[in-house]
């Protein structure tokens, strides 16, 4: 199977189109229900104690719950969505100013809380993280009906049968937790995973094969989804809650369904721990438990089943079995026994090794906005962005490190292209590549189409199955020029290859938007923080 695919070419193009229109115009989220950019706030209530949460956005989708408990008690709820790293370092950090956390896993608040702050932590609700695969292929690889191990789903991919979908595991939990779930299968289901087993020789080889199945990558697990939908893929690694979603979706339109399977050797969960950030308000304590105690209350946890989350460990309640349907594939009678997740310096050379060694390394054309609109603040904050992906010393903080394999294009851009930098692997050339960025001057108009469709040219020397490719657009102003140019060349690169872009200034959102539904990519918003901006999108590739 091959989830290159040729969208222009093809309907899947024209549903992609109206699909992401869609999403981006209603502003849709959560484990199935509405959608808004990393990092932005939904606002439930508007009285009373507010309690600030930071949340992983698989928590868009209790919006409703949440959105009527702070209307009945009279209290404001503001939710800010970051992904699984950002929540971590927030605990980390000697202020955090939120008053809870939410995170996927309960695995961010051990790694986070080294201040001892989190207090009164309570599970939510319990989800797994699961391959969905179009029901055909799935019978096609005699996965139907049977219990499949990690071991199945990497021959499938050393065979050239299955591609699949994936978050980043460096970025969001359900990638990192299906990574740590294969790392253990694959070094045969040891009591704790350790440093010494992570050096084991086959370990890297294995890795890298079924990584290299990875065909489409993502920052988001929600976002992830709604790339499936739009697009014409596999299958993916997602969440239980978000391939019953996405089924409904995919039946609705009536189109193939995705079959549910659970790597029995490697399975992780997603156990969406609620807890206390303890700043010392007896008030806000009360009202952070008040909320807890609803949320985990017989009536709202049925609720909450319904959207296709789980509340325990052993299967589902009567009244709620239909949601979990046996022709999806899915157990609602499964025991879920997860697997151990690692310690924290574990946990961490584990995602050091996954982005410097074991994924697909990533080609990324950078389109960078030399106009002369961008004199000054401007153009310091984009060195200084560049310099958090190409100077190592930054990219590590965040795990956003190069490998040996990987290659930065670079393409500044006024009126018209003004150069083409390329570096390869992860040394002194990436260095190099950051001193021509931080040297260039500034100036002239604003042609963005032009610098992308020459980004797509030059991607056509590369054998992009090799790779995770996307093109990054950073701009601060309307770009003259036609987009016909840029349609022309996607055309004839005939390849899915995502075009990112990020919002800075004044940049105009209809021209990045009609780049992001062409091409199955994201607009990010970069104009309060450009910095953050840049080191989420890269965690797309």
Not at 51 to 79: C, F, H, Q, W
Not at 85 to 96: G, S
Not at 280 to 286: A, I, N, R, T, V
Not at 395 to 422: C, K, M
Request: charged residues 20%.
């Amino acid at each position: 199977m091959n989830g290159r695919k040729k969208l222009l070419r093809s309907g899947v193009w024209r549903l992609a189109a109206l699909v992401m229109a869609a999403v981006l115009a209603l502003g849709l989220a959560g484990c199935g229900a509405g959608r808004q950019e990393a990092g932005g706030d939904d606002v439930f209530g508007s009285g009373g104690v507010t309690l600030r949460i930071l949340s992983g956005s698989e928590n868009r989708e209790l919006a409703p719950i949440l959105e009527r408990y702070a209307r009945e008690k009279g209290v404001t709820i503001v939710m800010d969505y970051q992904g699984s790293l950002d929540i971590m370092r927030a605990l980390q950090a000697e202020e955090t100013p939120y008053d809870a956390v939410w995170p996927a896993s309960s695995l961010w608040i051990s790694a986070g809380d080294t201040h001892h702050r989190v207090k009164h932590a309570q599970s939510v609700s319990v989800t797994p993280v699961i391959f969905g695969i179009r029901e055909s292929l799935a019978r096609q690889l005699g996965f139907v009906g049977r219990e499949v191990s990690v071991g199945d789903i990497l021959a499938a991919t050393r065979a050239g049968e299955l591609s699949f979908c994936m978050t980043s595991a460096t970025q969001s939990n359900s990638g990192c937790s299906a990574y740590i779930g294969f790392l253990y299968a694959m070094l045969g289901s040891p009591d704790v995973l350790t440093a010494d087993a992570l050096a084991e020789p086959a370990l890297a080889e294995e890795m890298q094969a079924l990584l290299a199945g990875v065909d489409r990558s993502s920052g988001s697990s929600d976002w992830l989804k709604d790339l499936f939908l739009a697009g014409d893929y596999d299958a993916m690694v997602n969440y239980e809650c978000l391939i019953i979603s996405a089924n409904r979706e995919l039946e609705a339109q009536g189109r193939e369904t995705l079959y549910a399977v659970y790597p029995y050797d490697g399975l992780s969960l997603a156990d969406s721990p609620l807890g206390y950030v303890d700043g010392g308000s007896e008030e806000k304590e009360q009202a952070f438990l008040d909320l807890q105690a609803y949320l985990l209350s017989g009536e709202v946890q049925d609720e909450i089943q319904r959207t296709g989350r789980r509340t325990g460990y052993e299967g589902v309640s009567e009244e709620n079995r239909e949601v979990f349907r046996a022709d999806w594939g899915l157990q609602p009678d499964r025991v879920l026994s997860p697997i151990r997740m690692p310690a924290s310096d574990v946990l961490f050379q584990c995602l050091d090794l996954y982005q410097t060694s074991f994924r697909k390394p990533s080609l990324t054309v950078y389109c960078l906005d030399y106009s002369g609109s961008m004199e000054g603040e401007g153009s310091s904050q984009l060195v200084d962005a560049m310099a958090q992906v190409l100077i190592q010393e930054n990219a590590a903080r965040h795990f956003l490190q190069a490998s040996q394999s990987e290659v930065n294009i670079v393409i500044p851009f006024a009126s018209e292209p003004l150069a083409a930098w390329a570096a390869v692997g992860n040394g002194a050339e990436l260095e190099a590549l950051y001193a021509q960025v931080e040297s260039q001057p500034v100036g002239g108009g604003t042609d963005l189409y032009a610098a992308v469709a020459q980004g797509l040219q030059l991607l056509e020397g590369y054998d992009l199955s090799q790779y995770t490719p996307a093109v990054i657009v950073m701009s601060d102003g309307m770009s003259g020029g036609s987009m016909d140019g840029f349609l022309a060349a996607y055309e004839r690169l005939g390849q899915d290859v995502p075009v990112f872009s990020i919002l800075f200034g004044e940049a105009d959102p209809t021209q990045l938007e009609e780049l992001a539904r062409a091409t199955n990519g994201r607009v990010f918003d970069g104009r309060e923080d450009l910095v953050a901006a840049f080191r989420s999108v890269k965690g797309y590739n």
